[in-house]
C-alpha cells in the first residue's frame, strides 16, 4: 500500500545547544504527521534545536528559521491547551483514510495524539478542538500564517462553521 506523508518534525528549543533535552528548561520537540492515503504533497520539515528550518519535498513555504518568541508562543499553546492531558486518539480509523498525528515533547514529557477522519458527531468535541488548536499553531509557525486555511470538517470542532 502506498501512503504518502505530510511530516514536520520540529526541535525548539530554549536552553544552550551543547545541554540534553532534559536540563533545558522549556525543551520542547514538536511533531506533525498527516496521513493523506494516495494523495500526492508529501514533504518534511526539519528544525534544529536554534530554530534554522530545513524543508524536503513539497514543504509549505515559510520563514528560514523560528525565532525564541515563536517558540515560546507554541509552549504556552501546549500548556493552554492541556495537550498532555488528552486521548491517544480521536474519530474513527479508516484504512487509507487520513489521520493527523501530534507528538510534543517538554520538559521531560512525551505526549502523542492522532486525530483520525473526524465525522459530525465525533465527541468530546472540546478535546477535539484543544488537539487541532495545538495541530494549526504549530503548521502556521512554521509556514507563511496566511497560507494555512482551517480544513472542512475541522471548522465545526474549532466553532468556526462550514
Do not use: C
Amino acid at each position: 500500500m502506498l501512503r504518502v506523508a505530510l511530516a514536520i518534525t520540529v526541535l525548539l528549543s530554549t536552553g544552550p545547544g551543547h545541554a540534553a533535552a532534559s536540563d533545558v528548561p522549556h525543551h520542547l520537540e514538536v511533531s506533525l504527521v498527516d496521513w493523506r492515503g494516495f494523495a500526492p504533497g508529501a514533504f518534511f520539515l526539519d528544525m534544529v534545536p536554534a530554530g534554522e528550518l530545513s524543508r524536503r519535498g513539497d514543504a509549505p513555504l515559510g520563514p528560514p528559521r523560528i525565532d525564541a518568541v515563536m517558540r515560546e508562543r507554541l509552549r504556552l499553546v501546549v500548556s493552554r491547551e492541556r495537550f498532555f492531558e488528552l486521548k491517544k486518539s480521536y474519530g474513527a480509523e479508516v484504512i487509507e483514510g487520513r489521520f493527523r498525528a501530534i507528538t510534543v515533547r517538554l520538559d521531560g514529557r512525551r505526549h502523542s495524539v492522532t486525530v483520525n477522519d473526524l465525522a459530525e458527531d465525533d465527541k468530546p468535541v472540546d478535546e477535539i478542538a484543544r488537539a487541532l488548536r495545538v495541530w494549526y499553531a504549530t503548521l502556521r509557525a512554521f509556514s507563511d500564517p496566511g497560507t494555512v486555511r482551517v480544513e472542512g470538517q475541522d471548522r465545526r470542532f474549532l466553532g468556526q462553521g462550514n
